[in-house]
C-alpha cells in the first residue's frame, strides 16, 4: 500500500456469542493488515461488546440500528465482509432472506453485490446438529461466502486467544483485490482525465 493510499474497508459483522467479547483483538489485527474497520453489531451483541474501546480503536462509531428513509446513507462503502462470530440464529435469518436488522442488511445486500464474505460459524452442537443449520451452510458455500469450519477460531484451552489469525490469512486474497482494484481506478483516472 502506497503512502496516502485508502486503506480496504472491512464490513465487520459481530453476532452474540463468547468470541464477540474479545472481537477488539481480531479489529486491532486487521487494522495491522492495513483494512479499515466498519463493526457492524447485531442487536444482541451490542450489549456484549465495549463499544466506546471498538470506536476509538476503528475511528467509525459502532452501528446496529438501522437509518431511517429520510436520514442520509453513513456507512462506507465495502471492500469485503467478515461475520465473526456468526451464530446459529444469524446464519438462519441470512439464508432465510430476513432483512430486519441492520446486521442482516449488510450481509444479504453482501451476498446480492457478490462481495467477498468470510464467515466463522459459532454455535454449540446442540444447535449445529438441527438439520436445517448444515444445509444453510451448504447454502452459503454454494453462494461463494468463504466458510471456515464451525468454531474453527475457537481457542484450544480457556487461557488462550480465538484463532484469530484464520479470519486475517482469509482476508489477505481480497485486500490485495481491493488494492489492485483501486490502482486500477486511479490508473484510468489518470490516463483518462476528465471522464
Known sequence: ??????RPMLMLVVCAAPPALQIHELVEQVQLDGWTVQVIATPTAMTWIDTDRLTTL???PVRAATRRPDEPKTLPTADAVAVVPATFNTINQWCAGVNDTLALGVLNEALGSRLPVIAAPYAKSAL???PIFG??????MDAGVDL?????????????PFHWELITQRLKPYRERALARRDGETASRRNHPGV
Open 148 to 160: 471456515l469450519p464451525t468454531e474453527a477460531i475457537r481457542p484450544t484451552s480457556a487461557d488462550q
Open 58 to 60: 476503528t475511528g467509525n
Open 135 to 140: 444445509r444453510n451452510l451448504r447454502f452459503l
Open 1 to 6: 500500500m502506497t503512502e496516502g493510499q485508502p
Open 128 to 130: 449445529t446438529d438441527h
